[in-house]
């Protein structure tokens, strides 16, 4: 049979998808009822005959045990440390600098504590700086907290072995050496990053140093907002794209130098691996690297590799690990293979007789079917979708295979000054075009497709249906189902944007939330990263007018700063009654007051008191009354956020400094109807 390993590692993904929604005692029900039907099929000489239907089978059942495993092996022993303060000692493999902390990612050597696994992942957060290199051990007081209920929730970080992350004070180096490898990664990083700077100074070098390393520490915050509102961060994440350029680019070279074709591989495979381990070791790299393995081990034995045959043995490896599949980057990267695979061939070779350039029908074909596939992924993880992406890429992945290639020559001529040039001038054009790019398509307004509300929800599933309905029948007229699905698509979409007219909504960080409707919008506190990529998101992809924004005291901190040069609001609320600030906020009117009763716009009225280094905004929008503030004992409405670590209050009660650093919550609010609360992407 054909294609074997398509069945086995897409029916084990989808079976894992759905299993990290549960608990593992469902992943036992699951397997139970699974191995029933399988049984039965193998039993049945009729069905046995089926064997698509028993190989399927057999990959939920390894994804069962794979999952039921992988939780009491990995994931419940370290839950006992949630909520523990310990000294631990560990060492540095990764850094990404903050504007007002450093988030490391580390592996511990050593917990203080009885009874908890002491070799672990996960990312702490610090003041401390440990330089650029951090190269030995490191002791200090870690604060343990959950970086997710599940998968989902943690946005990935349990597939890359981070089920904890945790606070860090008191950190020191110890006189212990940090392994040579860790360090030998961070050191290799470095230079890569150093190397660019000194060439390219400012975006042109830190986006070169991304496009390689995936790292867009050394980016500015407009430029990464930029390539979020166009829908193209992931030219920025290392993944198949990336190394397809590269490792396309690296074969072709040593074939034309004509090396053996063993030799070639071999060559092709060391630097894939070594590649990896600049980037990481993440989810979607290692996807990426064993489908290009496959590949590559296919040319050879000289044998001409399946595609969907490839990505599924790629799939079923990946999914010895219960967690990767709750991977978004790794999600949207099969996907994007499975479209390119299967309907970027048929697209392309019906707009053939419409007489487009070639090179515009394939880039139009693969984009088109990219965000066809990614669709669902998409509204599952991020609720919505950028359609400028469909253009933006277009002409950004030329580009930024160009800066690739010549970045690569530019590392691999250093000894040699004019070719260093040459190359530098390569990826300065590349990417100096590539953020003029992002910047003009980010003036376009950006329009997103919202994919929440419940209509929306209906359109797609009426699509799958007439899709799955068409299939089963296996009529010919597929042109006139697609028709039928689009007008349906079209029909209750709208209906759902009229529907969604009248509401107002409340994004809530851990130290700020943004309420906003159709026009306006007003914020309280101070967004730290997290927030502030939101927040910009959403007030420039709607159009708001940021009418206020209500701090809790007069410093103001770096991404507050951001967000005011980036939406320049109306007025902007000090209650210190200190204006002389060594760095202003850009708005209208600079206002100081401790306590401050006003409209901000039709509908919505807002009380500001401040009192002593604690502040109270309670704010009626929809008939709801939202108390806002950091006091231990806030008055409270129908829904009160605290930002201080304990509060008590009457109604419903969201303490926003429970939520992870990285974790946002949405808040519906719907005339005379109960509060709706759900969580939101970070866009991180």
């Known amino acids: 049979m054909k294609r074997v390993f398509a069945h ?48 399927c089978l057999v990959g939920a059942v390894v994804a069962c045990v794979t999952f039921i495993v992988g939780v009491h092996a990995t994931y419940l022993p ?33 917990i203080d504590l009885p009874g908890v696994p002491q070799n672990i992942r996960s990312t702490f957060s610090a003041h401390a700086d440990l330089g650029d290199v951090p190269d030995g051990i490191y002791t200090g ?35 212990q050496s940090a392994p040579g490898s860790a360090v030998a990664l961070i050191q290799m990083r470095h230079a890569i990053s150093s190397r660019f700077a000194a060439v390219l100074p400012g975006d042109r070098g830190a986006l070169a140093t991304a496009l390689i390393t995936g790292s867009k520490t050394n980016l500015s915050v407009g430029a990464v907002s930029h390539f979020r509102t166009c829908g193209a961060t992931h030219l920025m994440a290392v993944s198949g794209l990336h190394l397809s350029v590269i490792v396309g680019s690296l074969y072709w070279l040593l074939r034309k130098l004509r090396l053996p074709t063993w030799l070639t591989t071999v060559l092709t495979g060391a630097v894939l691996l070594v590649y990896d381990g600049v980037a990481g070791f993440s989810a979607s790299v290692v996807r990426a690297s064993l489908m290009m393995a496959v590949l590559l081990a296919a040319r050879l034995f000289g044998r001409k590799a399946d595609g969907l045959n490839s990505l599924g043995l790629a799939v079923f490896l990946l999914c010895t690990d219960p967690f990767a599949v709750t991977d978004v980057s790794l999600q949207l990267s099969v996907t994007s293979v499975l479209s390119l695979l299967t309907l970027s061939p048929v697209l392309n070779k019906s707009l053939a007789r419409l007489h487009i350039p070639k090179f515009l029908r ?52 250093t000894p040699l000054p004019y070719l260093v040039y040459a190359c530098a001038v390569v990826v300065s054009g590349t990417t100096g075009g590539m953020l003029w790019l992002v910047e003009k398509f980010s003036a376009l307004g950006a329009p997103i497709v919202d994919l929440t509300g419940p209509l929306t929800c209906v359109a797609i599933a009426g699509v799958l249906l007439l899709f799955g309905v068409h299939f089963l029948l296996q009529r010919q007229r597929l042109g006139v189902t697609a028709a039928v699905a689009c007008a349906f698509y079209l029909l209750t979409s709208f209906a759902g944007l009229a529907v969604e007219q009248g509401n107002a909504y409340l994004c809530i960080g851990s130290s700020s939330a943004l309420l906003y409707d159709t026009h306006y919008a007003l914020l309280v506190g101070t967004p730290d990263q997290s927030a502030y990529y939101a927040y ?16 809790p005291d007069d410093r103001v901190g770096y991404y507050t700063r951001a967000l005011t040069a980036a939406v320049h609001p109306v007025n902007v609320l000090l209650p210190g009654g200190n204006t002389a600030l060594a760095v202003q906020p850009e708005c209208e009117h600079l206002l100081t007051a401790t306590a401050m009763d006003t409209t901000p716009w039709q509908g919505v009225q807002v009380q500001y008191r401040y009192n002593k280094k604690r502040y109270t905004v309670s704010v009626t929008c929809k008939g709801k009354r939202l108390v806002l503030g ?29 939520l992870a650093e990285d974790e946002l919550l949405t808040v519906t609010l719907r005339q005379d109807r109960a509060l709706q609360i759900r969580r939101n992407d970070p866009w991180l």
């Open 362 to 413: 394939q880039s139009f074909s693969a984009t088109v079917s990219v965000l066809l596939y990614t669709l669902p992924f998409m509204w599952l993880s991020f609720g919505q979708t950028a359609l400028l992406s469909l253009l933006s890429n277009l002409v950004l992945i030329p580009l930024a295979q160009v800066a690739m290639i010549a970045a690569l020559l530019m590392l691999l001529f």
């Open 536 to 551: 910009t998101r959403i007030l420039q992809n709607r159009r708001l007018q940021l009418v206020a924004v209500y701090l």
């Open 141 to 175: 007081k870690v604060t343990f907290a959950s970086t997710g209920e599940n998968g989902y929730a943690a946005w990935g970080k349990f597939s890359d072995g981070e089920f904890l992350s945790g606070k860090a004070s008191r950190v020191r180096k110890t006189n």
């Open 8 to 55: 086995l590692g897409f029916s084990a993904a989808v079976m894992l998808l759905i299993l990290n929604f549960f608990s593992v005692t469902f992943a036992y029900i699951a397997l139970g009822v699974v191995l029933a039907a399988l049984c039965l099929v193998l039993s049945v000489p009729r069905l046995r005959q089926g064997v698509s239907v028993w190989l």
């Open 78 to 110: 370290q839950q006992k440390l949630i909520g523990q303060t310990a000294q631990v000692q560990f060492y540095v493999t990764d850094v990404r600098r903050g504007a007002e902390k450093n988030d490391y990612t580390v592996k511990t050597t050593a």
């Open 630 to 658: 950091n006091g231990t004992d806030l008055n409270g409405g129908d829904l009160t956020v605290a930002f201080g670590k304990q509060s008590t209050a009457v109604g419903t009660l969201v303490c926003a400094r429970a």
